[in-house]
Nanobody, 123 residues
Framework: VQLQASGGGLVQVGGSLRLSCVVS????????AGWFRQAPGKERELVAI????????VYSDSVRGRFTISRYKAKDTVYLQMNSLKPEDTAVYYC?????????????????WGQGTLVTVSS
């Protein structure tokens, strides 16, 4: 299974970016997918998760209302629309997927990870 993330870059405060993650080579029929991020010197943290079953997405408090996660199942692609970006959003963003039924919000439950894409928000 491979996850390919793209769409990162340099943006000014208040700007927007859209990240994409393409999942390929999967052998399972369903999976939860999400975005996580890691800023320099900090632990990796949850940003947003889209469950396979169509339950409501999960967002961290820090991005709720500014970021939107979506997925296009037919193309195995997950998106993260990021609006009203802040300097504290600067991080490497990773997409991840899991085919197990373990807790959605636990990073350790995600088996498959993309390579990361850097988002830098300048003030």
């Amino acid at each position: 299974v491979q996850l390919q993330a793209s769409g990162g870059g340099l943006v000014q405060v208040g700007g927007s970016l859209r990240l994409s993650c393409v999942v390929s080579g999967r052998t399972f029929s369903a999976y939860d997918a999400g975005w996580f991020r890691q800023a320099p010197g900090k632990e990796r943290e949850l940003v947003a998760i889209m469950p396979w079953r169509g339950d409501r997405p999960v967002y961290s408090d820090s991005v709720r209302g500014r970021f939107t996660i979506s997925r296009y199942k037919a193309k195995d692609t997950v998106y993260l629309q990021m609006n009203s970006l802040k300097p504290e959003d600067t991080a490497v963003y990773y997409c991840a997927a899991k085919a197990n039924s373990a807790n959605l919000e636990q990073i350790r439950n995600y088996d498959y990870w993309g390579q990361g894409t850097l988002v830098t928000v300048s003030s």
